[in-house]
């Protein structure tokens, strides 16, 4: 027998409760010395040549049945009610989820969020950079910078830098306290998708500082040894061996917070920029179906969170690389891998060969069989 | 000594070539692999780890290094690489003070770039492994020899599959670090140690974090490197192995060098008690 079931259930097959000693029909017959010297609990070695014979018997939840029952009828009631009440008005969101204007909108949304994701992360790494490098003075901008953004309410700060024309009317490259080479108008620079970005991308370095940071800091300090009495220079270091480990810790809140900022964008909408929300404000403004057009706007959001949150998926795999022996397999592989196992079982023909073991095992087994065959990335709850 | 001989530019490796061959140098010209530990004093807080160290180890020498914990004998080696900073005193390796240059009269402390530059003569073995664990065999090995000196990366992998095949990995150098087994990330760590071509080599407990049944394949390789030209700094606890392959023993206590000399003199007839206590425990 390759593999054994759990031993706890070894136990409650060897030592079953006086009662159940009559066999309930259809289930197959003990070892005859336990059945016939009941009181005898100890009896192992001639019992186990035979378990592979016992039938399994899975455990009854009616606990789990009664809360599936719940659960389910209250889903049922959700779809039902999205689909019977006329007020949500899915023909008018079918027509306007594609709408050129919402399409515009979403477009601005998506643009918003990769500028200001990409000037938050790119400050933001620099931030972390500043904040635990050994100058003094880098550490103090650092921690004055998170501190002064964090603080300050990212709507408030929108508007603050849209009217950034106010406190100075030009800005100008040169040299510090000495003369300009370059002028330009503030509104030039500055338009509205200039302000939102500012806004945006200023306080997410702000926040992505933290998260880049506390992800240098989980690497551990043998790494940063290694790579030191190597010799590796230090932009290497930081590049090569720390940055690609803290990417374990950072990936996940990272897109927390881009997936925080695609919402954030919806903020914007005081500056009148035209994005995914504003959008749908100024259409149902004028035709007045707002629910409909906010499904439109909620639609848009659930994509591009769907679209990020896979992304995330496949990202971590690739950095996980060092951290896991193997990889466990992507939902495609195991929805193509359990697919095959079901074909093969009901067509009786082999497994093809790339299957890794656990699914090839799975394969073979019969039902009701005690031979069980756990795959890594699932407890197996029944038989299989 | 030859540690205070004035190199005006040192930072700046010279040539291995140039270099005098192992164990043929005069003992007043800079050879491969000469180690000079001079009054190192090395304090954390109020508490003094390195209370006043002199050391001289000669170039190809195998000197192993046995102490107490808390004896300072892996901040010695921590301090030869400047991994650590000493409060007095110096460390030369072939006549180069690690981590300063003298100008005249004075020291100048190096800019950490330059300490990196003395550190790829400086081979270092963690007791942890300490690869890095997102990169391959191969990697780990090539990663120093092409970043940290500039060397083509075609003829550095050449050289790095020759190591890990002469550390007996060779069927290994696309595994990564997870998924070998201690005693082969050890083997990988040394080859890793050995891609700069350095000097000198120091182990810092390189078998303790190994199970029992892999130590001796860790030190097989330690084995073989020893006596092949490289000087060799080992902080072990395998008194067998000292026995088997050093030169030298030393016995340090209470950041002290309590007494040193050839292996059978220190281990088989020690002078002090305190060797003598240290070693009736672990024998």
Redesign the interface.
């Known amino acids: 027998m390759s593999t054994l079931s759990l031993p706890q259930d070894e136990s409650r097959q060897l030592a079953p409760p006086p009662g159940n000693l009559p066999d309930p029909p259809g289930v197959a017959t003990l070892a005859p010395a336990s059945a016939t010297a009941p009181t005898d609990s100890t009896t192992t070695a001639t019992d186990a040549t035979r378990w592979e014979d016992l039938k399994v018997v899975p455990a009854r939840l009616p606990g789990r049945w009664i809360a599936t029952a719940g659960v389910a009828v209250l889903l049922a009631m959700v779809v039902s009610s999205l689909v019977t009440n006329p007020k949500w008005e899915w023909t008018i969101v079918a027509q306007y989820l594609t709408w050129p204007s919402v399409l515009n909108g979403l477009w601005g949304t998506i643009r918003l969020t990769a500028v200001a994701a990409i000037i938050g992360f790119g400050l933001g790494t620099i931030l972390a950079l500043m904040r635990l490098s050994r100058s003094p003075l880098l550490q103090a901008v650092s921690s004055a910078y998170t501190w002064v953004f964090r603080s300050v309410p990212l709507i408030l700060q929108l508007l603050l830098w849209y009217n950034l024309a106010y406190l100075y009317p030009t800005l100008s490259l040169g040299v510090p306290f000495g003369p300009g080479f370059l002028e330009f108008g503030t509104l030039d620079v500055i338009d509205k998708f200039g302000a939102a970005i500012l806004g945006l991308g200023l306080s997410q370095a702000a926040y992505s500082s933290e998260i880049v940071r506390a992800g240098i800091l989980s690497v ?1 300090q ?2 940063h ?10 932009s ?1 270091q930081t590049l ?2 720390v940055l ?2 803290a990417m374990r810790t950072i990936v996940p809140t990272s897109v927390n917070e881009i997936i925080g900022l695609v919402k954030g964008t919806s903020v914007v909408y005081v500056l009148a920029y035209g994005e995914l929300f504003y959008t749908i404000g100024v259409i149902y403004g004028r035709n007045q179906r707002v629910v409909p057009l906010l499904m439109v706007a909620a639609i848009w959001y659930l994509v591009i969170t769907t679209v990020l949150t896979i992304a995330q998926y496949y990202v971590e795999r690739h ?1 996980a ?6 990889l466990p397999p992507t939902p495609v592989q195991r929805v193509r891998w359990t697919l095959q196992v079901a074909w093969s079982r009901i067509t009786g023909r082999p497994v093809p060969a790339h299957l890794p073991p656990a699914y090839a095992a799975r394969a073979a087994v019969g039902r009701g069989h005690l031979l069980r065959t756990g795959t890594n990335d699932r407890h197996v709850g029944g038989v299989a | 000594m030859t540690a205070t001989t004035t190199r005006p530019t040192p930072g700046t490796a010279t040539a291995p070539g140039t270099a005098a061959a192992p164990g043929t140098a005069a003992p007043d010209a800079p050879a491969a692999g000469l180690v000079e530990v001079r009054g190192v004093h090395k304090s954390y807080g109020t508490l003094e780890v390195l209370a006043g160290i002199d050391l001289v180890v000669r170039p190809g020498e195998v000197t192993v290094i046995l102490g107490p914990s808390g004896s300072g004998k892996s901040t010695l080696l921590r301090v030869i ?1 400047h ?1 650590e900073k000493v409060d007095r005193g110096f460390v030369a390796v072939d006549g180069d003070l690690i981590g300063y240059s003298r100008w005249g009269d004075t020291l100048r402390e190096l800019k ?2 330059d300490i ?5 003569r ?3 073995v ?1 007791q ?1 492994f ?6 391959t065999a191969l990697e780990n090995v090539v ?2 020899p092409v ?3 500039g060397r083509p990366r075609a003829e550095v992998e050449a050289e790095a599959r020759e190591l890990l095949a002469r550390v007996g990995l060779a069927d290994k150098v696309d595994a ?4 070998l087994s201690g005693g082969q990330q050890q083997r990988v760590a040394i080859a ?2 050995l891609a ?1 071509r350095p000097r000198v080599l120091l182990f810092d407990e390189p078998t303790s974090a190994l199970d029992p049944e892999l130590v001796g394949e860790v030190l097989d390789v330690i084995k073989d490197l020893a006596h092949g030209g490289t000087t060799m700094l080992v902080v072990t606890h395998e008194i067998g192995f000292a026995r088997e392959v050093a030169d030298t023993v030393v016995f340090m206590d209470a950041g002290r060098v309590v007494e040193q000399g050839p292996p059978t003199q220190v281990l088989d007839a020690p002078r002090h008690d305190r060797t003598k206590a240290f070693l009736d425990k672990v024998l």
């Open positions: 551990d043998g790494q040894e290694a790579a030191a009495s190597l010799g590796i220079p230090r290497r090569r061996i690609p480990q950095y690389k060092g951290a896991v022996r193997t | 690489n991994l950490e770039k990196l530059v003395q550190r790829t400086i081979g270092f963690f942890g300490n690869l890095f664990p997102h990169l990663e120093a970043s940290a000196q990564r670090p997870r998924q890793r140690a700069t």
